[in-house]
Structure formats: C-alpha cells, structure tokens
C-alpha cells in the first residue's frame, strides 16, 4: 500500500537550532514529491517538488533533499516566523496525492 | 494575480440543514480538487476535477457530499443533512493540470480553506 509517513510528529527547536524534518515513502513510481508549509487557521503553502533522488531545492533558510525513499526538509538557523507544520505529498501509482501527517515546527525565540 | 478564493471563510449550520461551499480558482488552472481537515489532522482528498469533470469520486465521504464544477472555474461542494462528524475546515486547491493529462506533477495551491461547524 502506497504511505507516506512523516517524522517527527511535533519538533522543537531554539531560534538558530538547525534541524531537519523527514518524509519516508512506500509508492512505486515517484512522479513528484511536495513540501508544503501550513499556518494555523490557513491553507497550505508550496514550498518545493523535487523528482529524482540526489535533487536539492532551496529556499531561504529551508533546503529540500530527495532519496529514492525519504526525503529531508534541513532548517537551517530558524527564526520563529518558521514556526508552522510542515507537510510532505507524493502521487501515487493511481496520480492520487498521498498526503503525510505533518510535522509540527516550534521555534522558540 | 490572485489566488485561490473560497465562500463562505466560516460556516455555522445546524444539524440536518444543507450547506454550500464555494471555491475559485486561480484563472486558468484546469485542475481543482476538495479536501478536508479535521482539527489537528492531516488532508483527506475528497475530490477532483480535469476542467468539468469528476473522474474520481470515491473520497466522498458519504452520498451527502457532492461536488460540481461549471465553466472550467467555479466549484461547490454541497454536504446535505450536514451531521456533527462534517465538521472541519473545507479547503480547495487548483492546479495548472492534473498529473493525468501530462505524466508530469503539477503543484496544487490552497484557497484559505471554509470553517465548518455543525451544532
């Protein structure tokens, strides 16, 4: 059965704490794997699509790695403006989005 | 330019009443799906369009859900005989097509998402 599965659940780091947030994923096939980033009370963000394994995106202080089974979202000296739940989405062999959890960022000033 | 809208941004309904969720999307865009969110929840697909039609409708929940989509730009999603368990926040997203059409992903972008709740 296609999954993906985010960890952790909840992550909270110190303003200027790197730390990176993992997306694991079971579908054959990739065609697209997205990170998202979710403020409360808001629709969800885009944030990057990677395709193939070894691909890196960056973004100001977030940088997005691919494997052909996980991928990384590396957050690099946060600031609490990056506070929010970070969402990971790969089709599946069917072109339905799987959707992961979330993970739950807090940066604490 | 502007981005995805939705109507109303809440909702308060009483049990068993019918409601109507309205969702625009960005000009252009041939893809546009429904989700739901529960609180503190992960996205549950509910549905989705190529231009007006429905090739997938087994996210509906229950047969009180429905959805429809005009002109290639407006959709609603209609919920009737709403119960306690419809409550959530109802968000829509479009994209420029679905994965279907060209084999290659396109990304969704979110409206702000309608507030469901049922008393």
């Known amino acids: 059965e296609d999954q993906v599965t985010q960890s952790p659940e909840a992550l909270r780091l110190q303003e200027g704490e790197s730390s990176s947030l993992n997306c694991s994923y079971t579908?054959?096939?990739?065609?697209?794997l997205f990170w998202y980033r979710q403020d409360p009370g808001k629709g969800p963000e885009f944030l990057f699509t990677?395709?193939?394994?070894?691909e890196e995106k960056e973004k100001e202080r977030l940088k997005a790695t691919l494997t052909k089974k996980e991928s990384f979202l590396h957050i690099t000296a946060p600031k609490p403006e990056d506070s929010a739940t970070y969402l990971c989405?790969?089709?599946?062999?069917?072109?339905?989005?799987?959707w992961g959890a979330g993970t739950k960022l807090i940066i604490k000033p | 330019g502007a981005g995805v809208s939705q109507s109303p941004s809440n909702k308060v309904t009483e049990k068993g009443k019918d409601v109507e969720l309205r969702c625009d999307p960005i000009?252009?865009?041939?893809?546009l799906y429904w989700y739901r969110q529960r609180l503190g929840q992960g996205l549950e697909f509910l549905i989705y369009?190529?231009?007006?039609?429905?090739?997938?409708k087994s996210g509906l929940p229950s047969d009180r859900f429905s959805a429809e989509r005009t002109g290639e730009s407006v959709s609603t999603l209609t919920i009737q005989r709403t119960q306690q368990e419809d409550s959530a926040v109802y968000l829509c997203?479009?994209?420029?097509?679905?994965?279907?059409?060209?084999?290659?992903?396109?990304?969704?972008?979110f409206g702000p998402g309608t507030r469901l709740t049922v008393t």
């Open positions: 369009f190529q231009g007006n039609s429905a090739p997938d």
């Open positions: 989405a790969v089709y599946d062999s069917n072109y339905q989005l799987i």
């Open positions: 579908v054959s096939g990739l065609r697209g």
């Open positions: 990677l395709y193939s394994a070894g």
């Open positions: 997203a479009s994209s420029l097509f679905t994965i279907a059409v060209f084999a290659r992903s396109y990304e969704q972008y």
């Open positions: 000009s252009g865009h041939t893809a």
